[in-house]
């Protein structure tokens, strides 16, 4: 198994969008990103994009998080957890856009109040968010991935992330535990019946030479 850790890279890796599609900020370094509110114009959406994600196509995914680093007021998390369901995600530049972003059907709800000023916090697993864009048949070693955490209609609250315009160093995180798979053949050997056969050849059961 490999472990792999990737933060936001750049002002526009992270960043949130109201959910009536009126606001776009990618620039503020203490976000209110994840806001759970019931009017659409104070609800918002978080995207941060992770670049360089050497994944290879076919690896099962272990484990997953992403972690966030709370920062001034509002420290109440309510949100569902998604990825950007596309082979190599685009920046908040090249796609100013969060609300409209084609979504995995897997989703995470990540529910967590008062967990304190400058906490840093780890979501749910996401696992199976993270695996849904890795098993994409356009999904290579090295693309981007981007994680989507969509504010809920209620409780109103907010949580306050330190993005990269903060601080390179707390900017989101991406953790992924993968074990890789599905990349040139087995080494072993070949398949056989739906058995492994090292080399030799597979005689009624019994493995020779």
């Known amino acids: 198994m490999t472990i792999l850790e990737v933060r936001t890279q750049a002002s526009d890796d992270d960043g949130y969008e109201t959910s009536d599609g009126a606001t776009l900020n990618t620039t ?28 290879a196509a076919g690896s099962t995914i272990d484990a997953a998080y992403i972690e966030l680093k709370q920062g001034g007021s509002g420290d109440d998390m309510h949100g569902d957890i998604v ?85 390179a160093g707390t900017a989101p995180l991406l953790h992924i535990e993968y074990t890789e798979g599905g990349a040139g053949g087995d080494p072993e050997g070949p398949m056989v019946g739906g058995k492994l056969v090292g080399g030799g050849l597979l005689i009624k059961g019994r493995l020779v030479g």
């Not at 990103?33 to 994944?55: D, E």
């Not at 856009?97 to 749910?124: H, L, M």
């Not at 968010?129 to 907010?158: C, F, K, M, N, Y």
């Open 83 to 167: 990825a950007n369901d596309v082979d190599d995600a685009a920046n908040l530049t090249d796609e100013a856009d969060v609300v409209s972003r084609v979504r995995t059907t897997a989703t995470v709800a990540w529910n967590a109040d008062n967990v304190g000023t400058d906490a840093v916090i780890q979501s749910p697993e996401i696992k199976t968010v993270v695996q849904e864009v890795i098993d994409r048949a356009g999904w290579a070693s090295g693309q981007a991935l981007a994680i989507i955490i969509d504010g809920h209609t209620s409780p109103t609250a907010v949580f306050r992330i330190r993005t990269f315009d903060q601080a």
């Open 28 to 55: 503020e370094a203490l976000t209110p990103g994840v806001t759970s509110h019931s009017n659409a114009a104070l609800r918002k959406f978080f995207l941060a994009r992770f670049p360089g994600i050497t994944v």
